[in-house]
């Protein structure tokens, strides 16, 4: 009895979906649409409603101090003159350098070291010392350091300083 009622509402199914037509393209296209109902004026004309949006207090930071600056600032009239010194190397004097070593290659460059026994790699362009030295030539044994500096009637100097290897015992 249950197997008979399941293939009658099977059967049934499988008419209805054969007997119904698939729309096409063209019944959809030709379709007409419906005229809107009238209406009167004052129906439709609706009040625009703007509404205000609630203005956010400013964060106004007053006396404290801005966690993201660094500790020092410096003021632009003490850093006018001066170029900023970015390597340790620039706050040593020439005389506290002396040459260690040598690498010849494509690009030459040299190893001096300070009193402090701290290495340092220089290459040519390099800014070396107090006075704005800068490696201006590095040769298998000697490198060659111009430094400007102003002399007491506030002329600018050019001075050349010549650092050698050492030479080993024997050697001449």
Known sequence: MKRQIGIIVLMVFLLGMLGCPAKTKEETATKIPEAPKQTTKAQQI???????????????VMGVRDPFQSYEISKPEETKGKEKIIDPLQKIALSQVELVGIIVGKEPRA????????????????????????VTSITPNDVTIKQHFKDYMGRVNTREVVFSLRKEEGER
């Open 111 to 134: 190893l001096v070291q300070d009193n402090s026994g701290l290495g340092y790699i220089v290459k040519e362009g390099t800014r070396i010392g107090e006075n704005s030295g800068i």
């Open 46 to 60: 609706k009040p625009v409603l703007v509404s205000e949006e609630k203005q956010r207090p400013e964060y106004v």
